[in-house]
């Protein structure tokens, strides 16, 4: 069985390429170059060296998946009969997704695949930005940036930005958290003679008008006490503190029966809200539900019974399980099919029958809710009447 050689470049031109790869490189008869897209290309081709570049396979394709996995069969197809060396941008294992296809190649016993050299790019982009590394950061990738992955107590390094499109399509993400005026870094060609950094405010990222595969952009920690309260882990820290010895005085002494009402009135203020059609009132009654939900759940956890996350996963495990016809296999074309997915997936809980009492507090209380938030009727009243009338 023959191998493949998966030769890394480093990030930046040949003074930053260490001699042994230098010297791998020069002694081969032919490269298979992904791209000729890089800054120690030209004194690969000084040496008179046999190069074949995939260039044109990112033409012919629609898709970068697309472009891979042409990349990958020709190699394939090349290695039957000799050993094929395999030059690639970077490090071999840094966001190189035709690496990660052949090394399946290999666990599959198609191939072997062997790794050599060159400096990610992480190191030059750090030192070029001067990234103090060690209160912490994250690398993240542009192709599949979330919102979850967002975390602004880390320095952030981000890839596979390459222009104005893909450039605006992360700022969009990262203001999804980031204030807009964020102070950002672009890095292109770090380490290189053609290095550039370019700083502007989150919301100007996108006006650059650039274009280059060595793009990395840099979202410096920022400390913020608007951006904390945004996230739970924050929030049940918040909480279990306001529940500790060292907490609130009301806070620490109460137990779920004593706050039963509360979760009521709070009910209460957010159909009015509601009903109101006032948003932010709705944003701050919802909040004050998630208070009930939260102290409850800090209550529990001082006592070692079970705490918030727990009420997060019985949560989102009863939308997946009760929602088979979005999360999984089933098929839903009607109303009627909805009823039969729906009865069979609350079947399969286990669940014993009761009687829905809260149905009746719900359709009987909510109707007194409205008189009450529309026409002023205390509810005294209503339920004055409601005794009169039987």
Known sequence: MHTINIIGLGSSDIDNMPLGVWRFLTECDTLYMRTMDHPAVQALETEGLNITSFDDVYEESDTFSETYKKIVDVLMTEVRNKDVNYVVPGHPLFYETTTELLLEKEQAGEVKVNLIGGGSFIDVVINALKVPVNEGFQLLDATLLEYSDLN????????????????????????????????????????????????????????????????????????????????????????????????????????????????????????EAIEREDDDAVVEELGDILLQVALHSAIANKDGYFDFYDVLKSLNDKIVRRHPHVFGDAEVNDMDDLSRVWKAAKASEGKKEKVKYEKEYGEKVLKWMHETIHHQVPLSELTEEKREKE
């Not at 380490?191 to 650039?210: F, Q, W």
């Open 152 to 271: 602004h107590h880390q320095h952030t390094l981000i890839t596979q930005v390459y222009d104005q499109i893909s450039l605006s399509e992360a700022k969009l993400t990262l203001l999804e958290l980031y204030p807009a005026d964020t102070k950002v870094k672009l890095a292109d060609s770090a380490g290189s003679a053609d290095e550039k950094i370019y700083e502007m405010p989150l919301h100007e990222l996108d006006h650059l008008n650039i274009v280059s595969n060595r793009l990395t952009l840099y979202i410096p920690k920022v400390a913020d006490e608007g951006l904390d309260h945004r996230n739970i882990h924050h929030m049940t820290a918040l909480f279990d503190r306001l529940v500790g010895e060292d907490g609130c005085p009301w806070d620490k002494v109460q137990t779920h029966q004593s706050i039963e009402k509360n979760l009521i009135e709070e009910t209460y203020e957010v159909i």
